[in-house]
């Protein structure tokens, strides 16, 4: 790593209101502390870039949700739009994905999703976000003026839901280049990249350890980045 500069240790941070600047259908997700069932599928906002959660299909119109952490959360029984069902289509339930639109609605996607079509309630929605927030915001993040600016990169951006639960949650070391009050964080990360494969909608995973350093005096991120996990 580059050591930082006098004047880089030094810059007071500020906050930053951040939109995500990932190109259409790739999302970030943490890695699941509890193992998830084979077939669980993400559900992705698209908002935020975030997986918030994951679906099982159970039967057409009827999934086990889980949370990002991969713990159970309720059944989800959605209705369907469609009145009848192809049998050909049931295998879709098994492979497409919930996907939360930037308009706040929810839709469940497949490759033939003008022929199957079914959303999540709310109720779920709001468990699985306030899941995903759960013990955050105990600080409110900064950013350096180098930090800010790569957030706005595609290449380097990543969603500061995703930094902090690195910080709430990730292993914590001192800081590698040896900088008096400044600590690293370390996460298990995986970054989704959508794709229609035969009938139904994919997320590609590439998984990725998140590197995060802060200074813990008022909380600054003072760099962030990600090494690919072989």
Not at 103 to 126: D, H, M, P, W
Not at 153 to 176: N, S
Not at 184 to 198: P, S
Request: a positive charge; glycine letters at 6%.
């Amino acid at each position: 790593m580059v050591a930082f500069n006098q004047m880089d240790l030094n810059e007071p941070g500020q906050y930053y209101n951040f939109r995500t600047v990932l190109p259409q259908g790739e999302y970030f997700a943490i890695t699941p502390y509890h193992q998830l069932p084979r077939n669980a599928q993400p559900i992705v906002e698209d908002q935020t870039g975030i997986c918030i959660g994951y679906s099982v299909a159970q039967a057409p119109g009827l999934w086990q949700i889980y949370d990002a952490d991969g713990r159970f959360a309720m059944l989800e029984e959605a209705p369907i739009e469609t009145p009848l069902i192809d049998p050909t289509d049931i295998a879709l339930f098994l492979f497409g994905a919930f996907r939360l639109f930037r308009t706040g609605v929810s839709l469940f996607e497949a490759a033939t999703s003008n022929r199957i079509k079914a959303a999540l309630s709310g109720a779920t929605l709001n468990v699985l976000r306030g899941r995903l927030k759960s013990g955050l915001s105990a600080v409110n993040l900064k950013f350096t003026r180098t930090t800010a600016a790569r957030m706005a990169d595609p290449g380097r951006y990543i969603p500061v839901h995703i930094i902090e639960k690195a910080i709430r949650f990730g292993r914590r070391r001192p800081d590698p280049d040896k900088v008096a009050g400044q600590f690293e964080y370390l996460i298990g990360m995986t970054r989704l990249t959508k794709k229609t494969v035969g009938n139904a909608i994919v997320y590609s995973p590439n998984k990725y350890t998140l590197h995060v350093i802060v200074r813990e005096r008022d909380w600054t991120i003072m760099h962030f980045h990600i090494k690919a996990i072989q």
